[in-house]
């Protein structure tokens, strides 16, 4: 009878085999999810951070051991490398979705300990965890979208991940001083949206509790009394999935829009999940998540809701 140890002997020598014939294996390894934070909140989109990332790894291992070894710091030759894969990527992006169905909102996330219980605990590597911060909200990821690609890349390289102008500008292919500006200039976006949002965690969930539950009960007063005036509700179906095409604006034409689903669904589970590191909506049917709200509060009210519905888009989400 073959024990746990004993299976785990073979992957242990493997690794070890490994290291021997590359020493810098598990240090360059170290660099993967660090790799993928920046690229998803460079992209929106997991399975475009996973593709950098791999192209990154495979440009590593295209050079030879002696083109290796003369690189000074691994660390940042990679992060240089995926950051001009991501601005490449940020240029064609815009063609790219002027022939995507409808409205494009970024990959939503869940919580890494609900990720991992979706997928059963089989087959995520820790590496492939987002770490859920203020610069993955919803709220700010769609801010970035409204940035130039070197705006972007400036901003999130040295405000988030802290690396100086002077490496910034290496990536981007401007002056350090250039960059200083387009960071400068992604900054004030980022500032308005933060007035805008109260993003309190236990205060937006009290909110999206009861918007919950008004949906639930179909009390469209209560919907309209969780709802900002002038809110949107922006939906992502890519296609692949039923959603309105436009966003729709007004508390009031928005809750018509959610009571008509209630009516009109199949039987369904609304859940309470974080999504992005906010508190949000899952809803399930027939034993898989179709969609994922996000939301944007602001004075207790509800300002923007995020449906997206797209099957490619909900790969992390899986049922606990």
């Given at each position: ?11 242990q ?12 294996l598990?240090?360059?390894?170290s660099e ?85 219980a ?117 939906s ?85």
């Open positions: 009878m073959t024990t746990p140890s004993d299976q785990a002997q073979p992957d020598a493997q690794r070890q085999a490994d290291e021997q014939r590359d020493p810098d598990s240090t360059i390894m993967r999810r660090q790799l993928l934070n920046l690229a998803y909140r460079l992209l929106g989109s997991l399975a475009d951070a996973e593709d950098v990332v791999q192209e990154t790894y495979t440009r590593w291992y295209a050079m030879s051991r002696a083109e290796q070894q003369a690189i000074r710091s691994p660390g940042a030759w990679l992060t240089k490398v995926a950051g001009r894969i991501c601005l490449n990527l940020l240029g064609s992006a815009r063609a790219r979705r002027e022939s995507y169905v409808g409205e494009w909102i970024p990959e939503p996330l869940p919580d890494p300990a609900e990720w991992i979706g997928a059963g605990g089989v087959g995520v590597d820790p590496a492939d965890r987002i770490t859920l911060d203020e610069s993955v909200s919803m709220a700010f990821l769609v801010v970035f979208e409204s940035m130039t690609p070197a705006e972007r890349v400036a901003f999130v390289l040295h405000d988030v991940f802290r690396y100086p102008f002077a490496e910034v500008a290496e990536i981007v292919g401007r002056s350090p001083a250039a960059c200083r500006q387009l960071a400068s200039s992604a900054r004030r976006r980022i500032a308005a949206a933060r007035a805008e949002a109260s993003p309190n965690a236990a205060r937006q969930a009290s909110v999206v509790r009861r918007f919950k539950a008004a949906w639930e009960a179909r009390d469209i007063e209560a919907l309209i009394g969780l709802l900002d005036p002038g809110a949107t509700a922006i992502d179906g890519g296609g692949r999935a039923v959603a309105h095409l436009l966003p729709i604006e007004g508390a009031e034409q928005i809750a018509q829009l959610y009571l008509a689903i209630a009516r009109l669904a199949p039987p369904r589970t609304i859940l309470e999940r974080t999504v992005n590191g906010l508190p949000g909506l899952v809803v399930e049917s027939g034993g898989r998540v179709e969609t994922v709200f996000a939301f944007k509060i602001a004075d207790d009210r509800i300002t923007h809701i995020w449906a997206v519905r797209n099957p490619d888009k909900l790969r992390p989400w899986g049922l606990s």
